[in-house]
């Protein structure tokens, strides 16, 4: 999953890939020779999340896939007009990207950070807590549903088949990345990511791709529930080229700030100041 300020707790919710495998100057890889070239696969997903009973979704993403042999690369959009767009590089930086056009600004958050993060989270686990971060489910499968239950956690995700093969491993790579992302950048509010990340393989060990999820929380006596519905389309339109287009202008023009000011922004005078 998908806005960062405010819903980031939801946003991981909607597992939309998003790799990407930029240079170190921003610009994205040009294309191998026709001569080398694999087979290109090229598939989309638009997700839409909501709060339980209510009909307008709270976000709407769209995120591209690309695969080219072993070299995949993908793009996830918040479809406003200044949506934040995130990209995993899974290539030899082994980083998210995360870009900002509301700012005019982007970060590089690597992988390894991510995953040293979310270890220290688990070694610094309270006792009440220990259920979120060593999450025990109980697994049970009824046509195209499989739930995951347990006190504080719940998920009936309806599942599909993959857009093309071997997607199903790709989304479940992507999500985790993303829910360890988001445990990350709002901590005092968000959930850490291990119980994503136990449901994102058991769906991919199953050799699916969710269709439709619905998560119940329960945090501080208070139940929360969400909704998401994934639509998977082979190939690509020509709105879905303007998308990477105007990103590849974005990472070559925007400037670049550190993770903290990426995540809790400067005032605007400091901002201007240090652009300087």
């Known amino acids: 999953m998908r806005t960062w300020n405010g819903f980031a707790t939801l946003v991981w919710l909607t597992v939309c890939v998003c790799v990407c495998g930029a240079t170190s100057h921003g610009q994205m890889p040009a294309s191998q020779g026709a001569a080398s070239a694999p087979a290109v696969n090229l598939f989309r997903v638009d997700t839409q999340l909501f709060r339980a009973g209510e009909r307008k979704p709270l976000l709407s993403t769209r995120s591209l896939f690309r695969r080219s042999g072993q070299y995949i690369v993908a793009y996830d959009f918040i479809l406003t007009d200044d949506g934040e767009i995130t990209v995993l590089d899974m290539g030899a930086q082994q980083r998210f990207i995360l870009v900002s056009p509301a700012r005019g600004v982007l970060t590089y958050v690597p992988l390894m950070h991510l995953a040293t993060f979310t270890m220290k989270q688990r070694e610094r686990a309270r ?13 049970t499968k009824s046509g195209d549903t499989i739930r995951f239950a347990s006190p504080r956690m719940f998920y009936d995700v309806e599942v599909a088949n993959p857009p093309i093969q071997g997607a199903h491993g790709l989304y479940q790579e992507f999500a985790n990345w993303v829910a360890k992302l988001n445990s990350m950048r709002v ?7 291990f119980g994503r990340e136990f449901v994102n393989q058991r769906v991919a060990d199953h050799g699916k791709v969710p269709a439709k999820v619905r998560r119940i929380t329960v945090e501080n006596n208070q139940r929360m529930e969400y909704w ?21 202008e974005q990472l070559s023009s925007f400037r670049e700030v550190s993770v903290e000011d990426y995540f809790i922004p400067k005032p605007a005078a400091q901002d201007e100041v240090a652009s300087k």
């Open 228 to 248: 998401t519905t994934h639509e998977y389309t082979v190939g690509w339109q020509d709105e879905d080229e303007s998308l990477l287009s105007r990103l590849n």
């Open 187 to 193: 901590r005092d509010r968000n959930m850490p990511s």
């Open 127 to 139: 006792e009440q807590d220990r259920e979120l971060f060593f999450p025990n489910f109980a697994e």
